[in-house]
């Protein structure tokens, strides 16, 4: 199936801890994104890429680490887990320059800091 | 970033036409205006995207007034899948998915 598959579906970790979200497409996409589902259901982009290029770090604490190893892969890891870091993040993909109308989104990860 | 504001919550019947107005004061000449879909566990959907006037597709039409201030979505005759929360979006082609998603409206179509 063609997707933006994301890995794991759901996290649970203790404060403190490191850990790391996968995320994959299959689309042909040269561009991918992080965003941020907090608890009110607000989306809010956290990184995108462009060919394995970084172009918008938006504001996110540097505890966050994206990596494009390729422009099909862009995983994030993030270290030492903050309660405030429980949310739903979403990868997401696009070809350049449709402007909001061409992403597809992954099913979410939904971490829990405890 | 141009900020929405959006209905909390809609509640429609089914077969009914349901439209949800999204402001958006501060938009920009560069603007678009773009509708996603969210059910539970999913990420969001694309519906439909415009810059003015009226678009229409298979599953929606967007109505966006001249001083672009303000679009309706509209989707004709619900049905229970279209249960869902609704976002409005508004942001530059070129922002590399700097948009701003606000909370969305949730849509609950009941038999």
């Known amino acids: 199936d063609t997707a933006v598959s994301q890995t794991p579906k759901y996290l649970v970790t203790q404060m403190g801890n490191d850990k790391s979200i996968k995320c994959e497409q299959n689309l042909g996409h040269d561009t991918m994104y992080w965003y941020k589902q907090d608890s009110k259901k607000f989306l809010k982009i956290m990184f995108s890429y462009n060919n394995k290029e970084l172009i918008i770090n938006e504001t996110v604490p540097n505890r966050f680490s994206p990596k494009s190893p390729d422009k099909a892969h862009l995983n994030l890891h993030i270290n030492s887990l903050e309660l405030g870091d429980s949310a739903v993040y979403f990868c997401?993909?696009?070809?350049?320059?449709?402007?909001?109308?061409?992403?597809?989104f992954g099913s979410g990860t939904r971490l829990t800091v405890v | 970033l141009a900020k929405t504001t959006q209905p909390i919550s809609m509640d429609s019947y089914e077969g009914q036409e349901v439209n949800i107005t999204c402001s958006h004061n501060?938009?920009?000449?560069?603007?678009?205006i773009t509708w996603y879909q969210q059910f539970p566990s999913q990420g969001p959907r694309f519906i439909i995207q415009g810059y003015k006037t009226k678009v229409t597709n298979e599953v929606a039409s967007l109505f966006i007034p001249a001083d672009r201030k303000s679009s309706t979505l509209s989707l004709p005759r619900v049905s229970l899948s279209d249960t869902a929360v609704y976002y409005c979006l508004v942001g530059d082609p070129d922002s590399w998915g700097k948009f701003q998603f606000g909370a969305g409206t949730q849509v609950v179509v009941t038999p």
């Open positions: 997401a993909s696009s070809p350049t320059g449709t402007g909001g109308r061409g992403y597809t």
């Open positions: 501060n938009i920009a000449t560069n603007d678009y």
